[in-house]
């Protein structure tokens, strides 16, 4: 794999666009039928855990951090992780996940959880979510729900909607 430095920083409001051009290129059309985009509607997410990667003036990457509620316990939902397809397997995709859960950490959070492939996020702390402990408003697939406790969090248990904590 080419290694990149990337130059990583937060989302700025003037990112917007370019990240949902990233987005739609990455997921298509059916985005938002997906149970994932379908939590994070109306959901702001947190402007201090959703950072972009630079490719001189381009935005080559984002990720984006949500919060909702898994139950009683409050939690972030992570995505979407983009790379734009000139940029991919330089690195970028595991700079800006390091920094995104490096920030969450530090500040306080406790619980991410996401839908992807457990071994491209195992490294970042995640684990398979034990079957049945927690349910999505939408149909996901058991082994690609993840989650990552920090700050010695407690396995969570509930149902899963997006809100401010
Ligand atoms: C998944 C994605 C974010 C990875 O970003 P990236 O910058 O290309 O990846 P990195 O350079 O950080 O890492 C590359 C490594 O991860 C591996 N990898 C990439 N996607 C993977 C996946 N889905 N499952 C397992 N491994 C994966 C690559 O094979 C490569 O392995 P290597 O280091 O052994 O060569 C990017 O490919 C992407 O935007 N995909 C489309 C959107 C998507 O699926 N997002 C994730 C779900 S929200």
């Known amino acids: 794999m080419k290694q990149t430095a990337w130059v990583i920083r937060l989302e700025e409001a003037t990112d917007n666009t370019a990240i949902e051009d990233l987005q739609a290129e990455a997921f298509g059309p059916g985005r938002f039928a997906r149970t ?33 509620m898994i139950g009683a316990s409050a939690a972030l939902l992570l995505g979407p992780l983009t790379v734009a397809p000139d940029f991919k397997n330089r690195g970028l995709g595991k700079a800006l996940m390091r920094v995104a859960m490096e920030t969450a950490e530090r500040a306080g ?21 034990p079957f049945g402990k927690v349910t999505l408003p939408g149909p996901v697939d058991p082994e690609r729900l993840l989650i990552a406790q920090l ?15």
């Open 151 to 165: 700050n010695q969090a407690e396995m969570p248990e509930g149902m899963v909607h997006g809100g401010e904590h």
């Open 109 to 129: 959070d406790k619980l991410v959880l996401l839908v992807g492939d457990a071994p491209y996020y195992s490294p970042f702390g995640f684990r398979q979510v």
């Open 36 to 68: 994932a985009f379908r939590i994070r509607e109306n959901v702001p997410h947190r402007t201090d855990l959703s950072f972009v990667g630079l490719a001189g003036e381009r935005i080559a990457g984002s990720i984006r951090l949500s919060p909702i």
